[in-house]
């Protein structure tokens, strides 16, 4: 799960209620699946830019997050994934350009979504 958890990214992110509670159309499971190959760019192993696959699975999360309500439990879902792991929040943060996507909320998971 830790694996899974280093995205986002929540992900970046962005993000809880159960092991797979439906957001828009789109599960907090299915949208760490999604953005699983961000994991080694996010975690700072990997190379300076993230791979297409990790951008492919962003660009997928965010289109199918399409109401507020659930971006927002993305963003929970995600920051609940990513809790205690060793991620580069640098290389977060930079997802959203270097993916060419702008995320409907922050990717930052010390600011509340919800705010």
Do not use: W
């Amino acid at each position: 799960m830790k694996m899974m958890s280093a995205l986002v990214f929540g992900l970046m992110v962005i993000v809880v209620n159960q092991a797979s509670p439906a957001y828009g159309h789109i599960t907090c499971r299915q949208a760490l699946m999604d953005l699983k190959p961000c994991e080694v760019y996010v975690k700072g192993s990997g190379p300076g830019t993230p791979p297409i696959s990790c951008c492919h699975g962003l660009k997928t999360v965010l289109t199918a997050a399409n109401t507020s309500e659930s971006q927002i439990k993305l963003s929970k879902c995600f920051k609940k994934a990513i809790a205690g792991m060793q991620l580069r929040l640098d290389r977060i943060m930079q997802l959203p350009h270097l993916c060419h996507v702008s995320p409907p909320v922050t990717l930052d998971p010390k600011i509340d979504s919800e705010s």
